[in-house]
């Protein structure tokens, strides 16, 4: 059965670090883009950094600079590195696979068909 399964939350002070996983089974890693989605309570789902096959990357104005998104040479492992936390990064993170190219670096949710169930990043300022 195709999957994703995050792991790396946490609870951390402002200006700390975190490194989240995600990893892939049963065919789940897209061969266009994955990505990491965050929502925080009372706020819609926002994309946060995507990466497609060929390495192309893509973050909100919001992390850039802060958070690095890669992923393993087999490409069933995702990653997301966050650096420089705020209290406003705050949130359950979702890991997602893309089913389809177009769009999905600019983190149109419709062609994102795999979904994680989420880990929690909380930051304390």
């Known amino acids: 059965q195709a999957q994703l399964v995050e792991s790396g939350g946490g609870s951390v002070q402002s200006g700390g670090s975190l490194r989240l996983s995600c990893a892939a089974s049963?065919?789940?890693?897209?061969?266009?883009?994955m990505a990491w989605f965050r929502q925080a309570p009372g706020k819609e789902r926002e994309g946060v950094a995507s990466?497609?096959?060929?390495?192309?990357?893509n973050y909100a104005d919001s992390v850039k600079g802060r958070f690095t998104i890669s992923q393993t040479n087999a490409k069933n492992t995702l990653y997301l590195q966050m650096n420089s936390l705020k209290a406003e990064d705050t949130a359950m993170y979702y890991c997602?696979?893309?089913?389809?190219?177009?769009?999905?670096?600019?983190?149109?949710?419709?062609?994102?068909?795999?979904w994680g169930q989420g880990t929690q990043v909380t930051v304390s300022s």
């Open positions: 049963g065919n789940a890693y897209s061969r266009y883009c």
């Open positions: 990466i497609y096959s060929n390495g192309a990357t």
């Open positions: 997602a696979a893309a089913s389809a190219p177009a769009g999905c670096l600019n983190f149109v949710t419709g062609v994102y068909r795999y």
